[in-house]
């Protein structure tokens, strides 16, 4: 029976190791196709993902910097974020990678989830800035 592929699935073949497999986002493992040189050991590794791929499990898409900006302004916790990102060495390291790099922070990102429930954010204004974009 053809196993459905989720929208995790290309993450977990990259994180696998697994590059060049042509497949259908949404599809099936039947529109699969391994690359032609794929070795034995590369053919278990794809099988192995394959059977533990869950099709239902969300990805963890990006949010971008500004939406970030806007959804805390938003719930009245900017200025307080701001604060708090400062407030030891630590956090004000990962507040600079988040902005030197100008990369989105994944919605369930353990130092921005942590952030957020330090601020004293609600699980609403948790839900709510960490929705999709």
Known sequence: MPKQLGETFADELVA????????IPGGT???VVLPGDYTSAQK???QAVLAAHDATKKA?????LVVVKDRLQ???LLDNFM???FATPAR????LKWIMAQRPIPQQDPDFLAILTAL????AQITAITADP
């Not at 004293?120 to 699980?123: E, I, L, M, N, P």
């Open 120 to 123: 004293g954010a609600t699980a």
């Open 83 to 85: 604060n708090l990102m």
């Open 16 to 23: 696998a190791g697994l590059r060049g497999i042509s497949f």
């Open 60 to 64: 963890n898409k990006l949010i971008p």
């Open 92 to 95: 004000r390291n990962i507040f």
């Open 74 to 76: 938003d719930a009245g």
């Open 44 to 46: 278990a590794s794809y």
């Open 29 to 31: 493992d039947v529109d």
